[in-house]
């Protein structure tokens, strides 16, 4: 008889929620310690808050030197630089240099930055200044003051790492659910797929629509967490990497994937890309479904998806 065990940690700073299904508590429990373990191991490797990790020592480094890394973080930037190239900077992972003194989102915020000092807020962000080289396996950042940060693909990769250490140890199914970012594979108890809920924008515990899921991963990116009002308008915590301005306009994005990681490294850019060309972005790309809702709640769905 097969059964279910659930466990809620926090890790990278949010909420992880895992759902194994095994023989018995214990094996299931074992299970997810690995996963536990391995999305630490990850934390430690991308967070910009530990002197220790690669990604402080590549910032470190802006415009002296190229940082020998791992092949695993070398591969991971690469991919975000292709993400980079396939969104036009919608999505960069150099967007580690605005300064948070600038965007606070708290209550303080009263109003809006002149939009000249927020265009130079941002004018370090480009992507095509993260010089790869792969046969020495290095990365460089062109400009002094250039940083990275992996804060909008972070939690999907873990995820998806997650999914695979439990996957490599045994686990035929489960969920592994990075606050909003999460990746299911198998089947429930009863044989039927997961039954994944998007959350209402406007109601935080509350969803509105339901579907069923298996192999297939779900991100949520939404202004509902952070934001500020400003002359009645809503301003989210999404920054937009080329005019230096939080975006309006949309509540959240909902991305369908095969992959946690490319689930949540696509939820940012179609929020900065607005609804009309991230919709027609994501109806190019295949086996990526897309659910918007904007401001005044009208939902928009891209070409492949159908809810139950």
């Known amino acids: 008889m097969l059964m ?7 890790l990278m700073g949010n909420r992880f929620e895992f759902t194994v299904i095994g023989e018995n508590e214990n094996w299931c429990a074992e299970k ?11 934390e430690k490797l991308l967070t910009t808050f530990s002197t220790e990790s690669i990604t402080h020592q590549i910032n470190e480094n802006a415009g002296i030197q190229p940082v020998t890394v791992t092949e695993e973080v070398f591969a991971l930037v690469q991919r975000c630089q292709m993400l980079s190239k396939i969104t036009q900077g919608a999505f960069d992972i150099s967007y580690g240099g605005i300064d ?4 606070n989102f708290d209550l303080k915020m ?20 993260i010089v790869l080289d792969e046969q020495k396996r290095t990365v460089f950042l062109k ?24 996957q490599e140890n045994g686990v035929k199914s489960g969920i592994v659910n990075a606050s909003g970012d999460l990746s299911a594979w198998g089947y429930q108890e009863n044989g039927e797929a997961w039954t994944i809920g998007i959350a209402n924008p406007n109601l935080r515990n509350d969803i509105f629509s339901t579907f069923k899921i298996t192999n297939t991963a779900v991100a949520t990116s939404g202004n509902y967490e952070k934001f500020v009002m400003i002359n009645n308008k809503k301003y989210s915590h999404t920054i937009d990497p080329k005019t230096g301005y939080p975006v309006s306009g949309i509540k959240s994005v909902t991305i369908i994937a095969e992959n946690a990681e490319i689930a949540d490294a696509l939820a940012t850019p179609v929020t900065v890309m607005g609804i009309e060309v991230g919709l027609d972005f994501i109806n190019q790309l295949k086996h990526i479904g897309c659910i918007i809702i904007d401001d005044a709640d009208n939902k928009y769905f891209s070409k492949n998806i159908n809810l139950t």
Not at 32 to 42: F, G, S, V, W
């Open 110 to 129: 009263t109003t809006l930055p002149d939009p000249e000092l927020a265009k130079k807020s941002v004018a370090l962000i480009n992507y095509q200044n």
């Open 100 to 103: 948070k003194k600038f965007w």
């Open 4 to 10: 279910l065990l659930k466990k809620v940690d926090k």
């Open 143 to 166: 400009n002094k003051g250039m940083r990275i940060g992996f804060g909008g693909i972070g939690k999907g990769y873990a995820a998806e790492m997650a999914k695979r250490k439990l």
């Open 32 to 42: 997810i310690d690995l996963a536990i373990e391995e999305i630490k191991r990850i």
